[in-house]
């Protein structure tokens, strides 16, 4: 019989699990239900007993570690954690956010477990055993791991099932001694852009992408990259949409030619850049080539606006491509989303 944990933590206001936290809650839920299998929640935050409050309805045991050091993220105090979470459970399964947070110790915690660990899961099938699915080679190749080696850790790609959601409700917390180590890491405090310039929305419901075609000669024989900057930032402000670029975008920097100074390395989707999950998907000026479309694996609805009508968006690759100059269609596309908010 396994014995299933799921590792947690709080968000930023201490007071919650993180989204990603919740999405592990509810594919512990499904796993332990469909093995007939106990279920733990293991808690890392200040305050467990507050983040704790929605899970009454889970049914699973709730073990947490609590206190000031574990309030941030911190290689030894969150293994330190993990470890502890992890005997006090048996656990035999581990689930975890594949967040910044636990991919940072998790692979250590596995090993000094004896265990085994497997990143960027996807899905957990399989009847009587488990089954965890995963991309390779850039989401060209899906495989379906099962191990016999325990514990056996799975840190679950975010945005991969929906966050559990349960009523708040008074519930009984086990609380985990954990005898830390000497901590050589003081946390000073987190340095972030501020809200409205950040530009990459995990969360948000729709991705829009910018491509080369931005910054390059217009029909006029000139380029007009800040009335394109005005018109990508007016896009992204009116929608709340995630912003992404082509490699061929955010390259133009180092080779000298204009740019976006709101568009960096980070923003970039594709084999070498990153696979987001959203429901809708919008690129514009961008070519639709195979190492950027690959980026666009977890995407829902794929449209493009591109002015090649033999654009590799055009060749099956996008759901709905509009031949048309981005420029006016932004324009107007702004102009009608403002009038809406008015
Ligand atoms: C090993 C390797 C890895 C790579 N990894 C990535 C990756 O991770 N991500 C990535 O993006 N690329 C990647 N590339 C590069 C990729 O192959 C393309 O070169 C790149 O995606 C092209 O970017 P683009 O479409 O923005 O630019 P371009 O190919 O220059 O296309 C610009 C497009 O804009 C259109 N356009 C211009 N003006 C307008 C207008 N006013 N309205 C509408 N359309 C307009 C043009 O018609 C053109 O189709 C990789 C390449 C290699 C070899």
């Known amino acids: 019989m396994e014995n299933i944990l799921v590792l947690t933590h709080a968000d930023e206001t201490g007071s919650a699990l993180s989204k990603a936290s919740l999405e592990a809650v509810t594919a512990g839920k499904e796993l332990a239900a469909r093995l007939s299998a106990p279920l733990t929640i293991g808690i890392v935050a200040t305050d467990a007993a507050a983040a704790a409050s929605t899970l009454a309805s889970t049914g699973a045991r709730i073990l947490a570690v609590s206190g000031e050091a574990f309030a941030q993220s911190r290689y030894a105090s969150d293994a330190a954690a993990a470890e502890a979470l992890c005997h006090a459970a048996n656990a035999t399964i581990v689930l975890a956010p594949g967040a910044s947070r636990f991919t940072r110790v998790a692979a250590g915690v596995a090993h000094r477990l004896g265990g085994f660990i497997d990143t960027?899961?996807?899905?957990?099938?399989?009847?009587?055993?488990?089954?965890?699915?995963?991309?390779?080679?850039?989401?060209?190749?899906?495989?379906?791991?099962?191990?016999?080696?325990?514990?056996?850790?799975?840190?679950?790609?975010?945005?991969t099932h929906a966050a559990y959601a349960g009523e708040s409700q008074p519930i009984q917390i086990e609380q985990v001694a954990v005898t830390l180590p000497a901590l050589r890491t003081t946390v000073s405090g987190f340095r972030a852009p501020a809200q409205g310039q950040q530009t990459i929305r995990p969360d948000a419901k729709m991705l829009f992408v910018a491509g080369a075609g931005w910054t390059k000669k217009q029909p006029d024989g000139q380029i007009h990259v800040a009335e394109a900057g005005e018109l990508i930032l007016g896009f992204l402000r009116a929608t709340g949409a995630s912003l992404g670029s082509s490699k061929s975008l955010v390259d133009q920097g180092g080779e000298g030619e204009p740019v976006l100074p709101f568009l960096t390395h980070m923003n970039q989707i594709g084999q070498t850049g990153s696979t987001p999950r959203h429901a809708k998907g919008l690129s514009t000026c961008c070519h639709g080539e195979e190492p950027h479309v690959v980026g666009w694996r977890f995407i829902g609805d794929r449209r493009a606006i591109s002015l090649d009508p033999n654009c590799g968006w055009t060749r099956g690759k996008a759901?709905?491509?509009?031949?048309?100059?981005?420029f006016p269609v932004m324009a107007k596309l702004n102009a009608l989303l403002e009038a809406k908010k008015a």
């Open 120 to 159: 960027h899961i996807t899905t957990l099938g399989g009847t009587d055993t488990i089954e965890a699915t995963r991309w390779f080679y850039r989401q060209r190749v899906e495989a379906v791991i099962s191990r016999s080696v325990r514990p056996w850790f799975l840190l679950l790609d975010a945005g």
């Open 319 to 326: 759901d709905v491509v509009y031949i048309a100059d981005a």
